[in-house]
């Protein structure tokens, strides 16, 4: 079974902080996304990887780097944390344009 | 651009009254419509992918079919546990092959 894992469940940050969300895939992927969910908008793409330090913008990239030094790891960094960037995030990963497969989502408060 | 919608947002049913779930999309070329299971709070779990019209794919209760402009997905005598939120996603060929579009998904409760 893939297993994709996300290092928080729950956040709490404050205003100007930055703030690190990792994300770790065991089944070798190639590509690995991040996206953030909120009630409405559905799920928006912020920035993908399609292999170790390649990176591509999203829909929505504004106030978000990222960071792929490893294949298995795919770290999404708010420079700045402000409160419309409290969310769902979540990632997934995929091999060869198929499936994408999640985990379990950070849900970030942004105070 | 991809667009994807479905309806309806939220679908309250009794145990046992079968129903569909409908995701209508534009795409310049599909390579791909995906449907996903998503609890409250959990990220979304997999369940169907289908590649062309005409193709269904079935899994228990569930069953997705696909046409040139739509997905329906069926659920037929459904039971309190597939209770959760169902989200659609096409891929498209333009761009990069990986990129999904998502729906903003239909909420369905099953009652007693």
């Known amino acids: 079974d893939v297993k994709v894992t996300q290092s928080s469940r729950y956040l709490v940050k404050r205003t100007g902080e930055k703030v690190f969300l990792e994300c770790v895939q065991d089944?070798?992927?190639?590509?690995m996304f991040w996206y953030r969910q909120d009630p409405g908008l559905g799920l928006r793409l912020i920035y993908f990887?399609?292999?170790?330090?390649?990176?591509e913008k999203g829909d929505i990239p504004e106030g978000y780097s990222v960071s792929r030094e490893k294949k298995e790891r795919f770290s999404l960094i708010l420079e700045s944390a402000s409160t419309n960037q409290t969310s769902m995030y979540l990632c997934?990963?995929?091999?060869?344009?198929?499936?994408?497969?999640f985990g379990p989502g950070t849900r970030l408060l942004v105070l | 651009e991809d667009q994807v919608t479905q309806s309806p947002e939220a679908l309250r049913l009794q145990e046992g009254e079968s129903s569909s779930l409908n995701c209508s999309y534009t795409?310049?070329?599909?390579?791909?419509l995906f449907w996903y299971r998503q609890d409250p709070g959990k990220g979304p779990e997999f369940l169907f992918t289908?590649?062309?019209a005409g193709e269904e794919k079935e899994k228990e209760r569930l069953k997705a079919t696909l046409t040139k402009k739509e997905s329906f997905l069926h659920i037929t005598a459904p039971k309190p546990e597939d209770s959760a939120t169902y989200l659609c996603?096409?891929?498209?060929?333009?761009?990069?092959?990986?990129?999904?579009?998502f729906g903003t998904g239909t909420r369905l409760q099953v009652t007693l």
């Open positions: 997934a990963s995929t091999t060869g344009g198929e499936t994408q497969y």
């Open positions: 089944m070798d992927h190639e590509n």
């Open positions: 990887s399609y292999d170790v330090k390649m990176k």
């Open positions: 795409v310049s070329g599909l390579r791909g």
């Open positions: 289908l590649y062309s």
């Open positions: 996603a096409v891929q498209s060929y333009t761009g990069t092959a990986s990129k999904l579009t």
